[in-house]
């Protein structure tokens, strides 16, 4: 066991200091290229080097937002892609998850099904689209079934070989102080697997929103990827970047909430 | 004295696609009750199959394997050490000890709980036992891992080579410590080893096998004076054993 030291050195100090530092500069530096484009892309417009009207501009979309915000339109059409992503995001991972443990605890099932497994990972979903509006009808449904399909294959492979890759000394060990294959998956699989299932959960918050913008190109009344749709068609490019910009917050704060999640269960 | 564990002419084979393959041939041996036993023999000649048909994890092709002198084996009477730890690094140093106690839930839980906390109190554990396995030294681990079997109090205990992953000089006093518990406790091992020194160092018996399909080629019982393996391997005769069960080895290797 390492004992902890309190009297700290001058190098130790000094150490102290230059790691803080890089980590301010690092944060400073993140700002400055954020501001730095705003403020380019701004310039830019105002003084017509690029057209706002293809290119838009930050004081436009700022306006547009606030446009939409006063007329209500604005927390509806994130509501509603919101609500498609959550749920499908939601349904993908458990259902996705549940199907792996099926195939783990079945070894014979399992053989059946990879080549198929291996496939649809490899389909592109997007070509699904038509027959997903013909078989649940155009709106909400079509958009999270899109949605499902593109996060649920990803979640059961990435799952499944988690599970295969749990060390088989251990499941030896447990195997010899008479432990089930419930057991086995309870006590060991679920635990040494948790971080691979962050890692699913990060890899699902993007395809998720993948899921519903094309479920939205496709087939929809409102939602973000409505109003990208529909802004690009009647040329209203602030509308399109506006959409964006929501579109970009959503996504890192689903982002930040899965973060949260992997410094409690993700590998350390 | 009374056996605890024998094997009566035990045969293991086990097929591969391309071929069957005969593991071990005619095994007769047996390990006295509070005994310290040791497998020696060439590498994947099937010392841990006679471990693995021990703790009922392989069932032999065919033959006899009694315990405390039982041919149905209560495989619960038999703890299981392993090359590696298998500590759960998301479980606390108890809740690694009592994964047994979970799995099994005997009846008499209250009292294997008890007997954890005294194991882990005489064994100089008892302070670490909210912590997690990372931040304990490699001869900790194996001693926790020793006492997550013991727990369970089994008849005999299976030692697949749990001091290989050591580096020298840990290895030397974890097989101390190791020794000093399971004698202490008053449990009969069977210890399966490349390292000829560790095996003469800790065992009462040493069974030489040959090459696979293993048979027993050798059976020698040791005494020698010292109460700890290190101190054995201070004895006179442990140089000119070595030289034997080596020599064994050898022509056994050259054999093949």
């Known amino acids: 066991m390492s004992k902890k030291i309190t009297n700290f050195s001058k190098t130790h100090k000094q150490y102290v200091r230059r790691l803080r530092t890089t980590k301010g500069l690092i ?82 099932v399992r053989k059946v099904f990879e080549p198929y497994i291996v496939v649809l990972n490899s389909l592109p979903k997007i070509a699904l689209g038509p027959i997903i509006i013909l078989w649940v009808g155009a709106g909400t449904k079509a958009i999270v079934l899109m949605c499902i399909l593109i996060c649920i294959v990803i979640t059961t492979m990435t799952m499944m070989n988690a599970f295969m890759s749990v060390d088989e000394g251990k499941i030896l060990l447990l195997k010899s ?8 998956f309870r006590k060991l699989i679920v635990p040494n697997t948790m971080p691979d299932l962050v890692s699913v959960l990060k890899i699902n918050v993007g395809m998720s929103w993948v899921g519903s913008i094309m479920g939205e190109y496709l087939t929809s009344k409102a939602g973000l990827g409505y109003l990208i749709v529909y802004g690009g068609q009647v040329f209203k490019i602030d509308l399109v970047m506006a959409a964006t910009v929501i579109l970009c917050i959503l996504a890192y704060l689903m982002y930040f909430l899965v973060s949260l999640i992997e410094k409690k269960y993700g590998r350390k | 004295m009374e056996n605890t564990l024998e094997f009566k002419n035990v045969n293991y084979y086990y097929q591969t696609p391309k071929d069957e393959i005969f593991a071990l041939n005619n095994i007769n041996f047996n390990v006295e009750k509070q005994a310290f036993a040791s497998l020696v023999g060439p590498s ?21 394997i009694l315990l405390n002198g039982q041919n149905k084996i209560d495989s619960k009477k038999i703890g299981y050490m392993f090359q590696r730890d298998h500590l759960f690094e998301w479980r ?36 670490f036992i909210n912590q997690k396995p990372r931040s304990l030294s490699g001869g900790m681990r194996q001693r926790v891992a020793l006492i997550r079997t013991l727990t369970l109090e089994p ?44 095996a003469i160092s800790m065992s009462d018996k040493i069974i030489v096998l040959t090459h696979r399909p293993a048979t027993v080629k050798d059976e020698l019982v040791l005494n020698l004076e010292g109460k700890t393996p290190l101190q054995k391997r201070e004895d006179k005769n442990f140089s000119s054993l070595f030289d034997k069960i080596w020599r064994e080895l050898t022509n056994e290797q050259k054999n093949n």
Not at chain 2, 45 to 64: E, R, W, Y
Request: one cysteine or more; hydrophobic letters at 45%.
């Open chain 1, 27 to 108: 944060i400073f530096f993140r700002i400055f290229v954020l501001v730095a484009f705003v403020g380019m892309w701004e310039l830019l417009a105002q003084t017509h080097i690029i057209d706002p009207f293809f290119f838009s501009c930050p004081s436009r979309i700022v306006k547009q937002l606030i446009q939409m915000a006063q007329a209500g339109t604005l927390l509806t059409h994130t509501w509603v892609t919101l609500y498609e992503t959550l749920l499908g995001f939601a349904i993908a991972t458990v259902l996705g998850y549940i199907i792996a443990v099926a195939l783990w605890w079945n070894e014979k």
């Open chain 1, 177 to 184: 102080m008479h432990a089930n294959k419930f057991q086995i």
């Open chain 2, 44 to 64: 994947g000649c099937g010392k841990t199959t006679i471990l693995s048909i021990t703790a009922g994890l392989l069932k032999p092709s065919s033959g006899q």
């Open chain 2, 92 to 127: 606390s140093v108890w809740k690694n000890i009592t994964l047994g106690i979970e799995i099994q839930k005997p009846k008499d839980k209250a009292e294997k709980f008890k007997l954890a906390e005294e194991l882990l109190k005489k064994y100089d554990l008892y302070s």
């Open chain 2, 155 to 198: 008849d005999l205990l299976l030692l697949d080579e749990p001091f290989s992953a050591l580096d020298f000089q840990t290895r030397l006093s974890v097989c101390d410590d190791v020794y000093e518990i399971i004698k202490s406790e008053k449990k009969t091992a069977l210890l399966v080893t490349h390292d000829i020194s560790e």
